[in-house]
């Protein structure tokens, strides 16, 4: 997500072009990595409305760092705001790697098959999404993370305004 640009965005799906992580730039591990990654419906209306509260770029970081000129890092994302309220909640992080791994095991239950999860990772081998990707999970974790997707979802929905803040050389907010 750190190496996206506007550009890189087509009808429903982002081309995957280059790898960014903590501020190294450059290209994907493998050709596998480069195919497109589909956009689902919620976060494309999401997309949308945070394009538009950027000025509507033809071109740039999806995600810029404060000054605008470079992707953001995560990890700094992470220890600036998300560990703290983290804690605070008495959550454990697992990473961002969790996120794929989260997103295999969710499409494995809802009855996607291996092969096409494979794709959605963009893997060149299926044992690798079978083995390190794909979990099952017991009845009890389907069952609170039901709980938390009616949450989730309730606190989404109608969600008004999408931020897109940067600031200029002398520190100020736009």
């Given at each position: 997500m750190q190496g996206l640009r506007w550009e890189d965005r087509q009808q429903q799906d982002f081309g995957i072009r280059r790898s960014v992580w903590s501020g190294i730039k450059k290209g994907t591990k493998t050709r596998y990595r480069k195919s497109p990654v589909p956009i689902i419906e919620p976060l494309e209306e999401i997309l949308d409305q945070y394009w538009k509260?950027?000025?509507?770029?033809?071109?740039?970081?999806?995600?810029?760092?404060?000054?605008?000129?470079?992707?953001?890092?995560?990890?700094?994302?992470?220890?600036?705001?998300?560990?703290?309220?983290?804690?605070?909640?008495g959550l454990h992080w697992h990473g961002w790697h969790a996120f794929r791994r989260g997103l295999a095991s969710n499409l494995s239950e809802l009855g996607v098959p291996d092969h096409v999860i494979q794709k959605i990772l963009r893997h060149g081998d299926l044992g690798t999404t079978q083995r390190a990707y794909r979990k099952t999970r017991p009845k009890e974790v389907r069952k609170a993370m039901k709980k938390?997707?009616?949450?989730?979802?309730?606190?989404?929905?109608?969600?008004?305004?999408?931020?897109?803040?940067?600031?200029?050389?002398?520190g100020t907010e736009n």
């Open positions: 509260a950027c000025g509507q770029p033809r071109e740039g970081w999806l995600f810029p760092n404060e000054r605008g000129k470079l992707p953001m890092d995560f990890n700094n994302l992470f220890r600036r705001n998300i560990m703290g309220r983290l804690q605070q909640a938390l997707s009616k949450r989730v979802g309730k606190a989404t929905h109608g969600l008004k305004r999408i931020a897109c803040v940067t600031r200029d050389k002398q």
